[in-house]
């Protein structure tokens, strides 16, 4: 027997799992697709997919749900809580049970369409999308595809886009500076990483990249930061991590080459980490959307740009694509995402999956 959205976001929350190491929210999701009477298909190692067909050579939608969590504590306190050290502290649990939610709604009413739908693993890190993306080849055909991600800095009801780049494009980098071990007595005889690392950031901070006179939107930034192995031995390595974010693909290679350049006078190199694609929205979508939502009794919001790294920027370049924001809080408190208080309603899980099957309701119209 088929579990209801709610049932399966208890399950899944219980159960949070990082990138590519998706296996038991895998295998919750494969069983509960298969009671409805589908077949979902491995894909991305730790992924599923379901390809639903009603009508014989027409073209599909895709519409995409991460599944991924994050190395956080959970502090919420309640019954359905994390099992282990890892959170659902973006909301992809309630990602994947919309998109169950909708599934459910098509096969039990029998709507028309033809959907792709991806459970996308390592959306955090990695950029599964590209992955999926890599082994779905062209075996669909697909018209357009679409995503949600949850915030409760909007209020249920709330939905929020931006017309061009929603999400930034972002890279990681990494730092790297190698020194010359010495015991602090003789440091003369050493080359101090530590000390070279601390010049830069002192010239970073004072000649930060994202302070741009032409407007470029752009914004570069360290969180992380080592050295050394003893504390009365000179560094013989230091290490600074961080990431830079940028409207469009160009601008963010573009200032890995300058940051790069900077290093090589303070005895660094620079390393490439992951690198996400901007989230662009197509216009006519977006156009339709704003449409729909006056329709579907949501306010629709212009949040502009949004620094955010979000790899559906993959799927953004291949596909005529619309992403957008929905908002979740029905309290007067909100605690952001990657919180370890982030907890939504279970009442968010219904009203999103209606409003999403009357969303791909209205997509599937518009292309046919």
Same mark, same amino acid.
């Given at each position: 027997?088929?579990?209801?959205?709610?049932?399966?976001?208890?399950?899944?929350?219980?159960?949070?799992?990082?990138?590519?190491?998706?296996?038991?929210?895998?295998?919750?999701?494969?069983?509960?697709?298969?009671?409805?009477?589908?077949?979902?298909?491995?894909?991305?190692?730790?992924?599923?997919?379901?390809?639903?067909?009603?009508?014989?050579?027409?073209?599909?939608?895709?519409?995409?749900?991460?599944?991924?969590?994050?190395?956080?504590?959970?502090?919420?306190?309640?019954?359905?809580?994390?099992?282990?050290?890892?959170?659902?502290?973006?909301?992809?649990?309630?990602?994947?049970?919309?998109?169950?939610?909708?599934?459910?709604?098509?096969?039990?009413?029998?709507?028309?369409?033809?959907?792709?739908?991806?459970?996308?693993?390592?959306?955090?890190?990695?950029?599964?999308?590209?992955?999926?993306?890599?082994?779905?080849?062209?075996?669909?055909?697909?018209?357009?595809?679409?995503?949600?991600?949850?915030?409760?800095?909007?209020?249920?009801?709330?939905?929020?886009?931006?017309?061009?780049?929603?999400?930034?494009?972002?890279?990681?980098?990494?730092?790297?500076?190698?020194?010359?071990?010495?015991?602090?007595?003789?440091?003369?005889?050493?080359?101090?990483?530590?000390?070279?690392?601390?010049? +830069? %950031?002192?010239?970073?901070?004072?000649? #930060?990249?994202?302070? $741009? *006179?032409?407007?470029?939107? &752009?914004?570069?930034?360290?969180?992380?930061?080592?050295?050394?192995?003893?504390?009365?031995?000179?560094?013989?390595?230091?290490?600074?991590?961080?990431?830079?974010?940028?409207?469009?693909?160009?601008?963010?290679?573009?200032?890995?080459?300058?940051?790069?350049?900077?290093?090589?006078?303070?005895?660094?190199?620079?390393?490439?980490?992951?690198?996400?694609?901007?989230?662009?929205?197509?216009?006519?979508?977006?156009?339709?959307?704003?449409?729909?939502?006056?329709?579907?009794?949501?306010?629709?919001?212009?949040?502009?740009?949004?620094?955010?790294?979000?790899?559906?920027?993959?799927?953004?370049?291949?596909?005529?694509?619309?992403?957008?924001?929905?908002?979740?809080?029905?309290?007067?408190?909100?605690?952001?995402?990657?919180?370890?208080? +982030? %907890?939504?309603?279970?009442?968010?899980? #219904?009203?999103?999956? $209606? *409003?999403?099957?009357?969303? &791909?309701?209205?997509?599937?119209?518009?292309?046919?």
């Amino acid at each position: 027997m088929a579990i209801s959205p709610i049932e399966l976001r208890h399950k899944l929350h219980m159960n949070p799992e990082l990138a590519f190491n998706e296996f038991s929210t895998q295998a919750i999701l494969e069983e509960n697709l298969e009671n409805l009477g589908l077949h979902p298909v491995k894909i991305a190692k730790t992924g599923l997919l379901v390809y639903i067909e009603r009508e014989k050579n027409k073209p599909s939608i895709l519409y995409r749900a991460d599944m991924d969590a994050l190395p956080i504590t959970e502090d919420t306190g309640c019954e359905f809580s994390s099992r282990n050290n890892n959170m659902h502290a973006c909301g992809h649990d309630i990602h994947m049970s919309v998109m169950y939610g909708v599934i459910k709604r098509i096969i039990e009413e029998d709507m028309p369409g033809n959907f792709v739908f991806v459970f996308q693993p390592a959306e955090e890190t990695i950029g599964g999308a590209k992955y999926v993306i890599d082994e779905m080849r062209e075996k669909y055909k697909i018209a357009c595809a679409t995503a949600l991600h949850v915030t409760d800095e909007y209020a249920l009801g709330e939905v929020a886009s931006s017309s061009g780049t929603l999400f930034a494009c972002a890279m990681e980098i990494t730092a790297k500076f190698r020194g010359r071990s010495a015991h602090i007595a003789q440091k003369q005889n050493g080359i101090d990483a530590m000390k070279n690392a601390v010049a +830069f %950031l002192n010239y970073f901070y004072n000649n #930060p990249y994202d302070n $741009d *006179s032409t407007g470029s939107r &752009l914004l570069v930034g360290f969180g992380k930061m080592f050295a050394g192995s003893v504390r009365n031995v000179v560094a013989d390595f230091a290490q600074v991590e961080g990431s830079i974010r940028g409207e469009k693909l160009e601008l963010v290679v573009d200032t890995f080459s300058e940051i790069e350049k900077t290093l090589i006078n303070y005895g660094g190199t620079l390393e490439r980490g992951s690198l996400y694609p901007p989230v662009v929205n197509d216009e006519e979508i977006l156009s339709l959307f704003k449409c729909f939502t006056s329709s579907a009794n949501l306010r629709y919001i212009d949040c502009g740009m949004k620094y955010t790294g979000e790899d559906f920027g993959f799927f953004t370049m291949k596909y005529p694509s619309l992403m957008f924001w929905a908002g979740v809080r029905t309290k007067e408190q909100s605690h952001g995402l990657h919180n370890p208080h +982030f %907890l939504p309603d279970d009442e968010v899980v #219904p009203f999103l999956t $209606d *409003s999403m099957v009357k969303w &791909l309701n209205e997509l599937w119209n518009s292309i046919n």
